[in-house]
């Protein structure tokens, strides 16, 4: 009987799946999953490790090991997709940014961080391409067609701020959160849609009119993204409004949020606009309308939600990257020449450090120029930290270095295994070393930080959960009286040259009021949180 | 430059997916998604609808259009894929159940489930078999194997309860809900085990060896697990409890919950278990010790998040198979022969109904038998309701169909075109026909239930709403003080005899007070919430 029955169980296999070695690997796959939310939690309190290290450093044991029992054949349970990162893995990532951002801070801010994700990316772009143009040359490692040199450019001009958005912290530093974070997600938009149109362009023929063309694509793919993401958050407001869902289902907004989010960033793809910017924008609606008119149990499940799915999903790619980084057959094709990779990797790593050093520094004494008060103004220490925190690469760099090296015989032409395989290198370099010297850093270079860094430690709290409750109460800073606390009373011409987005950022506040509020609701329009802390502040608003 | 962005937008697809075709599905697909769940919301007062037969209705209105905007050439979006639907839409949905269920009752009633959800669906795949010998070779439509008329029986033995636990309500009528759902989730694990039975055992030599084998090999399953689901269950409590993360992050807790959850039916995949029932014991146990020992936000998450997740979960089957129906591939193969598919699908249907009245009242009567208290007993109303309750066919007969009739030849084969397109006609027949009836007729069987059936009306509210919130006090009832309420305090040896569940229960929770909860927490060590309506009981208690 026990040679049927394991004939028999062997057969159970088929109905569920094809193929018994997927359930294998999904198996591993999710166990490791847990293992890096135990072991990070466990490693929290350490002075130099946070959860990305941890996944990564995870990913690349489990590596290892398949490599060994595999006899050599193979590292990685699943094959890098870029499907499953552009379509499952970032998304909810953005989208929670979106929905967990200060949105005081991010609009005060709103020219300096497009003034560092925009001309700051096409800066680092240049500086990359420059370099990789003069460097590689002399090290013969083969002819890089120009579309090459530029996606290079474009691939590791793509930074990976989540190293350094789970060590600084919201509400101590909201300035420098605000402004790291802001750059990462327009930063990923623009390397991404700069990628996109480097493949497209001919770039044989360069003139200024295809520069021209080029810069208007970039400002159509980014308002008309922009507008979608906004479109579609005011829709799930009006809806779940005037449907009143709130007074009923806790099921059917959290179902609703969660899907429209999804939809508006499908539907950036479909008409080829940045799903990025889009669902961010989608995320920062939804929690400026739409999750004040749901219940009081959606509210506490959409933000927990929300970030879970960010938190999970950030783990993903870190573990993912990690195995995918010791795949054999990327290594096999340049074994005879393992100097060359090792060059062009430094190379590549000296370009990120002068790519970015060559805007953060120039940029912010620009961005420090429109600024008045000395607490709005940059610091250098502030800088260094801007500058150190976008020097990560992650999987963006990833995903589009293989779609730009894999698509024409796919590893096997040797220059294209050398830029795969530096890639990896990068990555890995700059995620573990730059990371691990992250939380030091910071320490040392804002030392109002360092009290909180030790309170963290003796009473260890997730930097997420630091972040999340945040959701329920930033609004206060938001209202008039919180932002109208340490403003010099300037004059009126002075308050429209001077510091012009905050004057905008009061005018949106009266429009927002008058006209937005009653129609999608809002905080204003939710009685049913009595003893909130946000309605005193309405009340002295009116 | 108008042609030039266009040859440039159309480009910037590449990245994001090879296939813009998919894109477009995507989109239609979760755009679809959101109607079901508005134009559910805006159904539920009627007196015929509920969400289920909305989505089948989007479906097919959305697979005409699709025809026809195709010019006839297909009718679905996504290929009906048996993975997509047993590794990612099916766990959620069970996990859901096991989590929400009113344990007392389940567990009270555990016997009863069993002998209706194992003894049952045996009993109905026993009159399905030998009806459709009898009847399918008077009609001569090919000569069907034997493994293939067994495979029919597996394949409409599976009831889908979906339509009917929508109308039912776990406060109003306990005992009815308890067994409708219980036999649900019993049947779905016996009718997926015996159709793997039969595509393993060889069938052209039938003894009594292989009879014992069967059931032995039923009975592994069964228990084996079981006891994985119980073991991932204790383990995430464990953990959970040990590591404190109570104390600092909720997403972490989230995340840990979910995936141990969805790794529990994995790992049962893995070993060739019945991933339903594991998946079903791990939500009882994670309800039960882990829920207690995370933070109050991580509780009203999970709660919902799960009842969101199984929510949108099922829509997607139902929206999946409203539209794969009308695939035009299946239908032109029995063109010739319209009567012949119909007249499959007739008797199938009259199968269905004989086969589970013959097991649901002579079962009502004996488990009637070993009742004591009236109060306990099935009455005909309720017999007459659990039988309707079990009529519908839904995806899981879908999924064992496509996988026993699309294996050799897809639908080319004749036979296998009439077998699968009368298994959608039968699904979509008793979901739309026999799920539209549920309603009226519960309302008449059980005239308790109408008068919240009106009130319902008058203040619409979602039934999934009116079951999560049973969540956070169902345990009141669990105290010893609620299960002793109408007891009439038997003998000892009544007590063993006449109730042995009750009796089971008593011991059981004393077990439980005495050993588990010190080790896996659970409600009588949550310190930190003061005010739960559980407290007082629990001092009562000890």
Redesign the interface.
């Known amino acids: ?1 026990a040679v ?2 394991g ?12 193929d ?1 070695t997927s ?2 690997s ?2 591993l796959f ?2 490791l ?2 293992a890096c ?2 072991i ?3 490693l929290e309190e350490s002075r130099w490790m946070n959860e990305s290290i941890t996944a990564l450093a995870i990913g690349l044991c489990t590596g290892i090991v398949i490599l060994l029992a595999s006899g050599g054949k193979s590292s990685h349970l699943l094959v890098f997709s ?2 499953l990162f ?2 499952y893995l970032l998304p909810p990532i953005i989208f929670n940014a979106g929905f967990q951002v200060k949105k005081k801070h991010f609009f005060r801010n709103f020219m300096t961080i497009m003034l560092f994700g925009a001309i700051g990316t096409l800066i680092s772009f240049a500086i990359i391409s420059l370099g990789a143009i003069h460097f590689f040359q002399k090290m013969n490692i083969g002819s890089l067609k120009i579309g090459d040199i530029l996606a290079i450019g474009a691939i590791f001009s793509a930074t990976d701020s989540v190293c350094t958005l789970q060590v600084l912290n919201q509400d101590e530093t909201p300035l420098l959160y605000s402004l790291v974070f802001g750059e990462g997600v327009v930063n990923d938009a623009t390397s ?1 849609v700069l ?3 480097i ?3 001919d770039l044989s023929h360069f003139d200024s009119s295809i520069a021209l ?1 080029f810069i ?2 970039f400002m ?1 793919l980014f308002i008309t993204s922009t507008i979608l993401g906004v479109f579609a958050g005011l829709l799930s407001a009006y ?1 779940i409004k005037k ?1 009143y ?1 709130g007074r ?5 907004e ?3 949020m ?3 989010a ?2 508006s960033y ?2 950036a ?2 008409f ?1 606009l940045s ?1 990025i910017l889009t669902v961010f924008f989608c995320g920062i609606v939804m929690s400026h309308y739409t999750w004040h008119n749901v219940t009081e ?2 509210r ?2 959409t ?3 929300f ?2 799915l960010s ?2 999903s950030e783990i993903f790619i870190f573990l993912y990257v990690g195995m995918d980084a010791l795949d054999i057959d990327k290594w096999r094709v340049i074994r005879d020449s393992p100097g060359k990779s090792v060059g062009v990797s430094s190379i590549l790593l000296g370009l990120i450090l002068v790519g970015r050093a060559a805007f953060v520094f120039p940029l912010s004494f620009l961005s420090n120029l429109t600024k008045n008060s000395p607490y709005e103004k940059v610091s250098l220490k502030q800088q260094v930290t801007i500058w150190w925190a976008g020097l990560m690469r992650g999987a963006v760099s990833m995903a ?1 270095a293989y ?1 730009q090296f894999t698509r024409s015989g796919h590893t096997q032409l040797h220059l294209n295994a050398i830029m795969i395989t530096s890639t990896i290198t990068v990555v890995l370099f700059s995620t573990v070393v730059f990371g691990l010297m992250t939380k030091p850093l910071v320490r040392i270079l804002l030392p109002q930080s360092k009290q909180t860094a030790s309170m963290i430690s003796s009473e ?3 930097p ?2 630091s972040t ?1 409750p945040l959701l329920s109460n930033r609004h206060d800073c938001e209202t008039g009286k919180g932002s109208q606390h340490h403003v010099p009373r300037p004059t009126s011409l002075r308050m429209l040259l001077g510091i012009p987005s905050r004057s905008v950022h009061h005018y949106w506040r009266k429009f927002d009021d008058a006209f937005m509020r009653p129609v999608f609701g809002g905080r204003g329009f939710v009685p049913f949180v009595p003893g909130s802390p946000i309605e005193p502040d309405v009340v002295q608003w009116h």
């Open positions: 009987m049927d029955t004939a028999f169980l062997a057969r159970l296999g088929m109905l569920t799946t094809s018994h359930v294998v999904m198996n999710v166990a999953l847990c939310i135990v990070g939690h466990l870029e499907d552009f379509i991404i990628f996109n149109a493949q497209s362009f063309q208007g694509n159509y809806m449907l869902f009923h289902s806790t099921d059917r959290v179902a609703l969660m899907l429209m999804y939809l499908m539907l793809e479909l080829y799903g149990s959606s506490v499940t933000k927990h939600a970030a879970t938190f999970v589009l779609n260890p709290s997730s997420k959960s999340v």
